[in-house]
C-alpha cells in the first residue's frame, strides 16, 4: 500500500511562511526522487521544486527561488518545503510527487491528495 501524504498547508498572510511535509510509505523513499508541484485555482499544474534521492541535488521554478527550500530525510520517509515570504500568488494546492524505478525495473510515479496554501491579507 503506497501512501504520499501532504500536510502542513493553511491560511498565511502574506510575507508568513508555512512548511509543507510530505510523508511516504509503501516503496523505496530513499531512491526516488521527489518534487512539489502546484495548482493555483483555474490554472494548470506547475512544477515548484524537485530534488534527488540522496538530497544531493536541487532545483526550483525561477519566482521562488530564495523564498522555498526542498529538502528530505530519507531516514523518515519525508519530504519538505519550507516556505518564506509567501506572495499572494503562491496561493495554490501543493502537491508531493515521487519517480523513481519499482521492484520490477519498471518508471513508478506516486503523488498525494494536496495540501491547500492560501495566502492573504
Known amino acids: 500500500q503506497v501512501q504520499v501524504v501532504e500536510s502542513g498547508g493553511g491560511l498565511v498572510q502574506p510575507g508568513g511562511s508555512l512548511r509543507l511535509s510530505c510523508a511516504a510509505s509503501?516503496?523505496?523513499?530513499?531512491?526516488?526522487?521527489m518534487s512539489w508541484v502546484r495548482q493555483r485555482p483555474g490554472q494548470d499544474l506547475e512544477w515548484v521544486s524537485d530534488?534527488?534521492?540522496?538530497?544531493?541535488?536541487?532545483d526550483y521554478k525561477d519566482s521562488v527561488k530564495g523564498r522555498f527550500t526542498i529538502s528530505r530525510d530519507n531516514a523518515k520517509n519525508t519530504l519538505y518545503l519550507q516556505m518564506n515570504s509567501l506572495k499572494l500568488e503562491d496561493t495554490a494546492v501543493y502537491y508531493c510527487?515521487?519517480?523513481?524505478?519499482?521492484?520490477?525495473?519498471?518508471?513508478?510515479?506516486?503523488w498525494g491528495q494536496g495540501t491547500q496554501v492560501t495566502v492573504s491579507s
Open positions: 510527487s515521487a519517480e523513481g524505478l519499482g521492484t520490477n525495473g519498471s518508471p513508478r510515479q506516486y
Open positions: 509503501g516503496f523505496a523513499f530513499s531512491s526516488y526522487s
Open positions: 530534488i534527488d534521492s540522496g538530497g544531493n541535488n536541487t
